[in-house]
């Protein structure tokens, strides 16, 4: 199972679906079957960020992906949190502004669940991203490429 982080979302905008039918194949047939979510919170990140139409399409067809945290994973959530080292996650601007933030909850969907985490982030040692609480919490984490090299999408 995979779990979309927002930014893998906002990165398939230039993936124009006419011109990379076989991503978007793929994408619906792991989104049919229950292999591909995210959380609520990055489509509430999504309703506000995404200007591709066809990325908002999708993501309308598929709303049912966007799972809302159990009560499993947002203990999981605050024991991230617990960790002064990754309240980073959270950054200040999304606090004064009230914005949402999906990243600890992608993170505890995949752990609750066993998935892989896709993300656009890079690792920074030490640091509030989510490679690097995913390498501490045994969650296995690519990138867009390493999902597409994982399902054999050549062009």
Not at 8 to 19: A, I, S
Request: hydrophobic share 40%; net charge neutral; with cysteine.
């Amino acid at each position: 199972m995979y779990i979309f982080d927002t930014n893998v979302f906002m990165t398939l905008g230039v993936y124009y679906r006419k011109r990379f039918p076989t991503i978007w194949a793929t994408m619906d047939t792991l989104a049919d079957g229950g292999e591909l979510i995210s959380v609520r919170e990055s489509r509430r990140e999504l309703d506000h960020l995404c200007h591709y139409d066809h990325v908002n399409e999708w993501i309308e067809r598929y709303k049912h992906i966007f799972l809302i945290a159990s009560d499993n994973e947002c203990e999981i959530v605050a024991k991230i949190f617990s960790s002064e080292q990754y309240r980073g996650l959270v950054k200040n601007k999304n606090i004064r502004k009230g914005s949402p933030v999906a990243d600890p909850f992608i993170i505890a969907a995949a752990k609750t669940r066993n998935g892989i985490v896709v993300t656009q982030e890079s690792s920074k040692y030490n640091g509030a991203r989510i490679p690097a609480v995913c390498k501490e919490l045994g969650i296995r984490c690519i990138n867009l490429e390493g999902f597409l090299e994982e399902q054999s999408l050549e062009f």
